[in-house]
């Protein structure tokens, strides 16, 4: 049936709805236009209805017209008018957004079953395509991760635009994390990887470019007098090894013990004897003076996080907050420290309570400790972040065979699962998704692994319980903390298909991720930049809506588009959540057990 009647303004004309049926549709169609969108659900427009000349490309759909900053012409630059004719949607009284991933995931699996850990890609050559996002993001990508290692600040410029695009288009939410580089001590760029083979002979050098195919500048001009004949060159966390022979002005001659692939700008350990040298390079700033430029960028892009690489303490993210709240960007974006120097071990727990997240970068890491002390190391840092409410990310070497190959080892299989049963909040690809043969397939392997231990878990009745202290620091926040930790209890013990919080901040939410129910948390926000940000949470199923109206309209509003949606059926028994302030000065909080009607 014909529903409505618009017209897309050309050059001065502002798009605007002519008629439209009474009620939701012209609210949907007043929407649209607002947005920019030159179609309503993918429907299209089916013929012109106006005197105004239009081009015969434009007469075959609304995809041949042109979209412009000014509005919608046709190829004359007249204004086109068309009728749009489609089956008119069921009213749900409420413009609720999901992501489409995540319906997809909920129909498919049911809602007990679906997905809780979240996965983070890193992008690169291999991704940086749309459509590839596009792949990621329909597979289940929950955070996008740009590494400022390498590219330039206009690629990913881009690729943050290609990613919003997506997002708005597509109706996904993935989210956008920003990697800084830290003071690591790295080589120079590389147009290509290089090979090393056993005795293989290369040389490390602070000498300006260019340098020949043997020959890698390093970033760091004093390491020449940190280290000595014998000593160990760890390339990327181990990748490759090479044991000094020989130093000769600013040159460092090395030898090839285990071979490998020498990536761009791959950072370098040095040990001595088995031990870290701590040379001058322990002393080197954090943050860089590159860091702070790309800190500026991430603000900039409104990035939804921003994580600090080689973290030693928690001044280093009290002086980043502070700073991030002067620009005005503390309401948009949450700050990850990246747990990879043995320095930052002893200041964990202050790191962690300064920070908004964790991630143990194992490669960097495991470089400077024991081999054996990295799954115990591993392990107290996703305890920690729990313990304190704060997402632990796991990255490094999940699935590092299939940056060739098409399968993964059964022993990456097994370590992905001991990371999954650790109830960390993220999985993270590095090179196997930046520049990896495989992307699509990795990211295959975390989601199918993740979804079939946690269901192992339930099975066991294992809901990752261990002893929360509170983190409250505030009367007001111990209230909401409590309410949460009755909340997920009684889903428990319950059987209860889902929490249902609604949360403008995404605190709430924060407290009943920590708790790690059973049941999936669907957390409702107005706020897009929070919606995002909750991608990182564990079992966190995040909605935008507008919180009008009471508390108890939102929860009716919310059951009705679910039902639509059929993401629940009528007597499904859900908690509610909710601290919505209806006025500023007042505070409704409130836990039901509620059937859906």
């Not at 939410?173 to 920003?178: D, P």
Request: negative net charge; aromatic residues 6%; hydrophobic residues 40%.
């Amino acid at each position: 049936m014909v529903v409505g009647r618009v017209q897309f303004g050309g050059a001065g004309v502002r798009s605007r709805v002519l008629s439209a049926r009474a009620g939701p549709m012209h609210r949907l169609l007043g929407k649209q236009l607002r947005n920019g969108c030159p179609h309503v659900g993918g429907h299209r427009f089916v013929r012109r209805c106006s005197s105004e000349p239009i081009s015969e490309e434009a007469e075959q759909g609304v995809i041949e017209i042109l979209q412009e900053d000014d509005g919608v012409v046709a190829g004359n630059g007249s204004p086109v008018v068309m009728e749009m004719e489609m089956e008119e949607p069921q009213d749900t009284g409420c413009d609720l957004e999901v992501d489409a991933v995540l319906q997809k995931e909920l129909k498919e699996n049911g809602v007990r079953s679906t997905r809780r850990t979240r996965i983070i890609c890193t992008i690169g050559p291999a991704t940086e395509a749309p459509e590839m996002l596009e792949k990621l993001a329909r597979n289940g990508m929950n955070v996008a991760r740009l590494n400022m290692c390498h590219a330039t600040p206009d690629w990913h410029r881009t690729v943050i635009k290609r990613i919003r695009k997506m997002n708005q288009e597509k109706g996904y939410s993935v989210a956008v994390m920003l990697d800084t580089e830290g003071s690591e001590v790295h080589i120079s760029s590389l147009h290509n990887p290089r090979r090393v083979e056993v005795a293989d002979e290369v040389t490390f050098t602070v000498r300006n470019p260019p340098y020949s195919d043997r020959v890698f500048g390093v970033s760091y001009d004093a390491f020449i007098y940190d280290i000595e004949v014998g000593d160990q060159v760890i390339v990327d966390g181990g990748m490759v090894l090479l044991e000094v022979i020989d130093k000769a002005g600013p040159d460092v001659h090395c030898r090839c013990i285990d071979p490998g692939l020498i990536l761009s700008r791959a950072n370098l350990t040095f040990k001595r004897t088995g031990h870290l040298i701590r040379g001058q390079n322990a002393n080197l700033s954090v943050v860089t003076a590159k860091d702070w430029q790309d800190i500026d960028f991430a603000i900039e892009n409104m990035v939804d996080f921003i994580a600090i690489s080689f973290v030693k303490s928690a001044e280093v993210i009290e002086n980043l907050s502070h700073y991030i709240k002067r620009q005005n960007g503390g309401d948009h974006m949450e700050i990850i420290a990246k747990i990879e120097s043995v320095d930052s071990l002893p200041n964990l727990d202050s790191i962690a309570r300064a920070s908004d997240g964790l991630m143990v970068a194992r490669g960097d890491l495991g470089a400077q400790i024991a081999l054996d002390e990295v799954p115990s190391v591993q392990k107290e840092i996703v305890i920690k972040g729990r313990e304190l409410g704060k997402p632990v990310i796991v990255a490094s070497h999940l699935l590092q065979s299939m940056i060739d190959n098409p399968i993964p080892t059964r022993a990456e299989v097994a370590d992905v699962a001991d990371v999954v049963r650790q109830r960390a909040d993220g999985l993270m690809l590095c090179s196997e998704s930046a520049a990896g043969n495989y992307p699509d397939k990795s990211l295959d392997v975390l989601r199918s692994v993740s979804t079939q231990v946690e269901e192992w878990c339930r099975q066991e009745q294992n809901f990752g319980g261990i002893k929360l202290p509170s983190i409250a620091k505030s009367d007001d926040g111990m209230v909401s903390e409590e309410l949460c930790a009755s909340a997920a209890m009684m889903a428990n013990n319950l059987g209860a298909s889902a929490i249902f919080v609604f949360t403008r901040r995404g605190f709430m939410a924060n407290f009943l991720s920590r708790l790690r129910p059973e049941c999936p948390i669907f957390a409702f926000t107005d706020r897009q930049s929070v919606r995002r940000r909750m991608n990182l949470r564990w079992g966190v199923m995040p909605f935008r809506m507008s919180f009008d109206g009471s508390p108890e309209d939102n929860i009716t509003r919310t059951f009705r588009f679910l039902k639509v949606r059929k993401l629940v059926d009528s007597g499904d028994l859900v908690v509610v959540v909710s601290d919505i302030r209806p006025e500023p000065s007042e505070v409704v909080r409130s836990i039901q057990v509620r059937h859906v009607l």
